[in-house]
């Protein structure tokens, strides 16, 4: 599995990137997103092609995700793009207080735009100017904007998606709910009969195993949904008082979430849509031992009651369900896509499938060649993973980290054909007169050291049955004649499928 964290590179100082004292720079260019103007455009693009299509209503706040876009850039690409329909002149983005101490009032930004490599966008200064002065305590502090990357985050989003909007942007000083209404009563006045979008950055729980995220996270996002925020308060606490191991906190941008509930209010919102949600052991960078959680949420001036529908278990096909022909076409699609995208961007994209056959537990190859000779592969045979994933995940490994090859450059990637297996669970058999060459995957094991060839290599190099042993067992860094005593042997079966180049 690739091992990456939320800060993937060391930042770097981009180029021309001295800016006027009143435009605020990029701090987390280069470590929570692209510092290349090409890549970063990719990148959110990307996102935003492969985000839930609009539900039909129009937000007027939206709540996204402000970790690394390795880890988030999906979800929140997910919340941006329910507003790509509408005309959006404003948007008013809330940040959480990740790099001072805590302090009781709001740091409305007084510059006149922020840079990331995408350029400077424009502050609105006559909101901005109207919001400090609605309250003493909504004052400019400058060393709450100087490093907060939940505001920057969602920036470059912002100038992808609505490229003519200005934005104005405030840090949330603390979670306190009678600051977030006040703040949020003098954003909604000050924004009435604007085209604006207010985003409340937020992630969700922090570094609980994966099974103690998806409980803590639904519950979170119901509250959330509900656009209550005395039931989002009495929530979170709940959920802090369960004693999930390693909760550190179940919504990090609290505040940021309750003052966009009083806004929206105020400007007609009168219902909450969960659009999605994931935590960092969905993805391909992350595991599931200790996870962030991310939801995408819009509230809306729609008619009904909150739809947490997005939460509901998937559906998952049983194990005797066969792959269709669209169901490959999705394997080799992401397979394909995750490549290109990290060469192309640097960012992954959020392997999830509407085929219930693609979200069940199952082993899966990855098999990378150039020109019919082999240049990487590998497969993780444990039903522990979702099928989608665990396919994109081993396109990624065997780019990268198959031990017999150098890792795949960008320039190959134009002539790399992906082949996918699919493996039946593994069965122990007898011996070797159990294995039947061409059909059988096998897995020999001896003197703690195992190897694998799947059902298709000794076809290809013309074996037989003898052979493909001999060559396991040197695979397996045995002699090659191991197999002819105390040896164990698996065997499974594979559904083989590839892109077709010419």
């Known amino acids: 599995m690739i091992t990456l964290t939320a800060s993937l590179a060391t930042a770097i100082a981009l180029p021309g990137c001295a800016a006027a004292a009143d435009v605020r720079p990029p701090a987390v260019a280069g470590t929570f997103y692209p510092n290349d103007t090409k890549q970063l455009e990719g990148a959110v693009k990307g996102f935003l092609a492969d985000a839930i299509p609009p539900k039909g209503e129009r937000p007027v706040a939206i709540v996204a995700p402000h970790a690394g876009y390795l880890f988030s850039g999906q979800i929140a690409a997910d ?67 100087a490093k ?143 996870v962030v959680g991310y939801g995408a949420v819009i509230f809306t001036a729609g008619s009904g009651s909150s739809d947490v529908s997005a939460l509901d278990p998937p559906v998952v096909a049983p194990k005797s369900a066969s792959l269709t022909a669209a169901d490959r076409k999705a394997l080799l699609s992401i397979a394909r896509k995750t490549l290109e995208r990290w ?70 990637l134009a002539s790399i054909e992906v082949e996918v297996s699919v493996l039946t669970p593994m069965s122990r058999v007898a011996g070797p007169a159990a294995i039947q060459v061409g059909r059988d995957g096998v897995l020999i094991e001896k003197a703690g050291r195992r190897a694998v060839f799947l059902p298709q290599v000794a076809p290809e190099q013309g074996w037989n049955r003898e052979q493909m042993l001999e060559n396991l067992c040197e695979k397996a860094g045995l002699a090659g004649d191991c197999w002819t005593k105390d040896a164990a042997f698996y065997t499974f079966q594979a559904d083989v499928f590839g892109e077709k180049k010419d």
């Open 343 to 412: 060469y192309r961007t640097g960012t992954l994209p959020l392997p999830r499938s509407d085929s219930p056959a693609l979200r069940r537990n199952q082993g899966a190859f990855v098999t990378l060649n150039i020109r019919g000779q082999l240049r990487g592969c590998i497969g993780h045979m444990a039903e522990d993973t979702p099928l989608v994933v665990n396919v994109a995940k081993m396109a990624m490994e065997a780019a990268m980290h198959d031990p017999r090859f150098n890792p795949v450059r960008a320039d190959e």
């Open 79 to 145: 919340a941006f793009r329910q507003a790509l329909p509408y005309p959006v002149d404003v948007v008013v983005i809330l940040g959480t207080n990740h790099t001072t101490p805590p302090f009781d009032g709001v740091s409305v930004y007084q510059g006149t735009g922020y840079q990331t490599p995408l350029g400077v966008v424009k502050i609105d200064q006559e909101i901005a100017d109207a919001l400090r002065a609605a309250d003493s305590a909504f004052a400019f502090r400058p060393s709450a904007h």
């Open 148 to 290: 907060e990357h939940s505001e920057e985050v969602q920036v470059p989003f912002v100038q992808i998606a609505f490229p003519k909007a200005r934005i104005v942007t405030a840090v949330i000083g603390s979670s306190d709910p009678r600051l977030a209404a006040r703040f949020g009563a003098a954003l909604g006045r000050v924004l009435d009969g604007r085209n604006a979008l207010i985003v409340a950055s937020s992630d969700l729980s922090h570094y609980p195993g994966y099974a103690d995220a998806v409980l803590t996270d639904r519950a979170t996002l119901k509250a959330v949904a509900s656009l209550d925020p005395n039931a989002l308060t009495a929530a979170i606490s709940t959920q802090e008082r369960m004693g999930r191991s390693n909760v550190v906190t179940c919504a990090c941008g609290e505040g940021p979430i309750l003052a966009a509930m009083s806004a929206a209010r105020i400007l007609g919102a009168r219902r909450g849509v969960v659009v999605s949600y994931a935590n960092s052991g969905d993805g391909l960078a992350g595991d599931s031992d200790r």
